[in-house]
Antibody, heavy 116, light 107 residues
Framework: EVQLVESGGGLVQPGGSLKLSCAAS????????MHWVRQASGKGLEWVGR??????????AYAASVEGRFTISRDDSKNTAYLQMNSLKTEDTAMYYC???????WGQGSLVTVSS | DIQMTQSPSSLSASVGDRVTITCRAS??????LGWYQQKPGKAPERLIY???NLQSGVPSRFSGSGSGTEFTLTISSLQPEDFATYYC?????????FGQGTKVEIK
C-alpha cells in the first residue's frame, strides 16, 4: 500500500522557519519526482514545487510565490522528501500536501499556520 | 506562467444531470492536463490524465476532452458521491498551475 505521511507542521511567527517532512512507503520513492501542493482554508490548490529523482539530477522547480524562500530536498536512503520554509509570511498559512503527481499519490497534509 | 481559467466557479445540479466543466489555458499545454476531484477534508484524487485518459478505478461517467488551450471535464450522469470541488492542473511547463476550482453542489 502506498503511503505518504507528512509531518512537521505547526504554528510559527511571521519571518520564522519550518521544515516539513514527507515519509514515503509502498512504491519506489527514489525513482519518483515529489511535489508539494498547498491549500489555504477554503481556497483552491496551489502547486508549490517539486524535486526530481537522482537520475534527473534532483532538479527542483518552484512557484514564484515561494521561490527563494522555500527549498525542497530529499533523502532517498530514508524515503523522505522535505520542504524547508524560511521567511514565512501570513499568506503561507495552508495545508501542505506532498504528492507524487505522476502516479497520483497524495499524503494527508500537514497544517502550517503563520501568525503572531 | 500559464494561467488556468476554470468555469463555472460553482454550479448546482441534480442527481442524474449531465455536468460540464471547462478549463482554458493562457497558452497551449498540448494534452498535459489532469482533472482532480476533492472532497472536504481530503486530499485531491485524479480523475483524468493526459486530458482524456481515465484514471484507473474512476467510474466511466467521468470523461475528459480537449487539447491545446481548451479542455472539458464531463460527468455524464451526476451521482450523489460526485458532489465535490473539481480542479484542472496543467503539467506542460513549470510552474505547474491549477485552475481555481469548480464546486459542484446539490440543487
Amino acid at each position: 500500500e502506498v503511503q505518504l505521511v507528512e509531518s512537521g507542521g505547526g504554528l510559527v511567527q511571521p519571518g520564522g522557519s519550518l521544515k516539513l517532512s514527507c515519509a514515503a512507503s509502498g512504491f519506489t520513492f527514489s525513482g519518483s519526482a515529489m511535489h508539494w501542493v498547498r491549500q489555504a482554508s477554503g481556497k483552491g490548490l496551489e502547486w508549490v514545487g517539486r524535486i526530481r529523482s537522482k537520475a534527473n539530477n534532483y532538479a527542483t522547480a518552484y512557484a514564484a510565490s515561494v521561490e527563494g524562500r522555500f527549498t525542497i530536498s530529499r533523502d532517498d536512503s530514508k524515503n523522505t522528501a522535505y520542504l524547508q520554509m524560511n521567511s514565512l509570511k501570513t499568506e503561507d498559512t495552508a495545508m501542505y500536501y506532498c504528492a507524487g503527481l505522476r502516479e497520483d499519490y497524495w499524503g494527508q497534509g500537514s497544517l502550517v499556520t503563520v501568525s503572531s | 506562467d500559464i494561467q488556468m481559467t476554470q468555469s463555472p466557479s460553482s454550479l448546482s445540479a441534480s442527481v442524474g444531470d449531465r455536468v460540464t466543466i471547462t478549463c482554458r489555458a493562457s497558452q497551449g499545454v498540448r494534452n498535459d492536463l489532469g482533472w482532480y476531484q476533492q472532497k472536504p477534508g481530503k486530499a485531491p484524487e485524479r480523475l483524468i490524465y493526459g486530458a482524456s485518459n481515465l484514471q484507473s478505478g474512476v467510474p466511466s461517467r467521468f470523461s475528459g476532452s480537449g487539447s491545446g488551450t481548451e479542455f472539458t471535464l464531463t460527468i455524464s450522469s451526476l451521482q450523489p458521491e460526485d458532489f465535490a470541488t473539481y480542479y484542472c492542473l496543467q503539467y506542460n511547463s513549470y510552474p505547474q498551475t491549477f485552475g481555481q476550482g469548480t464546486k459542484v453542489e446539490i440543487k
